[in-house]
């Protein structure tokens, strides 16, 4: 674990990962901040902010508690992002595993897809995935990992090309070690570090693609989200502003602690991207 000392000791690693804490705190701490519903009624309409202590943030325009929409659209966005990142993370890997590791025509094969997918951006194959397939959780989580994972793939290959000629894994291949041993023994371990490195980004990627589906109403009708938050002030941005500009804060500094952690990840594992 001598990555995550180094990590501790970069500045953006360290403020990167206090910033993830406390939303990560906020989500899990949600139904004791606010318990029962976050979109129920709770009070007074377009309550402004620290007029009540019954509501610290107001209300909006139905009268929900906008801190109940904010500490459990936390929730929402990180376990998006995380289950998002880690489906892409998963895919990816496997798929830059092995077209690096098999070559030949399996290598073409497999890149040529990756190249597919790389050619439409990732949030309009989400759009288009999560319009005609349907709205839930499970699909915005798939539809924003198949807008991903190419990257990972590609970074995967990248690195089993260069570690295959190594001398340790011909070592490997002269002792009669199996090809799949070799390959999740001696290759992936040394391979994953700079790809753990990418999955910050994704993470970031994968909370501002569910926040902008949710903006658009096509994100899970049934849940609190930071992007329905930003959607339903917008008709009255003038007069209650704080409806939009609370999440869009919350979702800026959760950007920014994504950002600062993968700086700090970076430089932690360092030497190329191989933790020692």
């Known amino acids: 674990m001598s990555w995550l000392r180094r990590l501790l000791h970069t500045p953006e690693g360290v403020a990167g990962l206090a910033i993830l804490l406390i939303l990560l705190s906020a989500g899990l701490l949600a139904p004791i901040v606010s318990p029962g519903d976050p979109l129920r009624i709770a009070g007074r309409a377009l309550l402004a902010p620290f007029t009540d202590p019954a509501f610290p943030l107001g209300t909006d325009r139905l009268g929900r508690d906008v801190l109940a929409g904010l500490v459990y659209g936390a929730r929402t966005s990180l376990a998006v992002g995380l289950a998002a990142a880690f489906s892409a993370m998963l895919l990816g890997v496997f798929v830059g595993m092995a077209a690096g590791f098999a070559g030949g025509l399996i290598d073409e094969a497999l890149m040529r897809v990756v190249d597919a997918f790389q050619i439409v951006p990732g949030f309009l194959l989400a759009l288009a995935f999560v319009s005609t397939i349907g709205v839930s959780t499970p699909v915005v989580v798939l539809a924003i990992a198949l807008g991903t994972w190419a990257d990972p793939a590609r970074l995967t290959r990248a690195q089993v ?5 190594q001398d340790y894994v ?15 023994r001696e290759i992936l371990p040394n391979a994953l570090p700079p790809v753990l490195a990418l999955s910050a980004t994704i993470v970031a990627g994968a909370v501002l693609t569910e926040a902008a589906l949710s903006f ?17 002030g917008r008709s009255v941005l003038r007069s209650a502003a704080y409806l939009s500009v ?5 979702l800026a500094v959760t950007l920014l602690g994504v950002h600062l952690f993968s700086e700090g990840l970076g430089k932690a594992l360092g030497d190329g ?3 020692p």
């Open 161 to 165: 090309l260069a570690i295959r000629e």
């Open 170 to 184: 011909a070592s490997a291949r002269v002792i009669g070690m199996h090809p799949v041993e070799i390959a999740f």
């Open 216 to 232: 658009l109403g096509l994100g899970n009708p049934n849940i609190a989200t930071w992007g329905s938050m930003i959607a339903e």
């Open 246 to 250: 609370i999440p869009g804060a919350a």
């Open 273 to 275: 991207g191989r933790a």
